[in-house]
Nanobody
Framework: QVQVVESGGGLVQPGGSLRLSCSAFGMLFSIYGMGWYRQAPGKQREPVAS???????NYADFVKGRFTISRDNAKNTVYLQMNSLKPEDTAVYYCNGFRGKESYWGQGTQVTVSS
């Protein structure tokens, strides 16, 4: 059974940084693409960043230059380094593992950016 587990969320002041982690179990992690999504209250879930099995990355325009996605296949973990955080980055952040029609979601981790 595949499990995807996020961690690292919390409360941070504007301009601060957080690093989210996502570990996946029960799947051959290295062959899956991994992505981060977020959902703010009253809004739809939106893609934030993704990384392919080969390491190619893609970012939403609103995080380019601030967020960095990376993966460590030896640890079955994908990271999202978030810098220069803004109040509008406040959301629940979800991790997704994908390969073809397969898609696995975590339960999410709350990120709150507030002074």
């Amino acid at each position: 059974q595949v499990q995807v587990v996020e961690s690292g969320g919390g409360l941070v002041q504007p301009g601060g940084s957080l690093r989210l982690s996502c570990s996946a179990f029960g799947m051959l992690f290295s062959i899956y693409g991994m992505g981060w999504y977020r959902q703010a209250p009253g809004k739809q879930r939106e893609p934030v960043a993704s990384i392919t099995s080969g390491g190619r990355t893609n970012y939403a325009d609103f995080v380019k230059g601030r967020f960095t996605i990376s993966r460590d296949n030896a640890k079955n973990t994908v990271y999202l380094q978030m810098n220069s955080l803004k109040p509008e980055d406040t959301a629940v952040y979800y991790c997704n593992g994908f390969r073809g029609k397969e898609s696995y979601w975590g339960q999410g981790t709350q990120v709150t950016v507030s002074s």
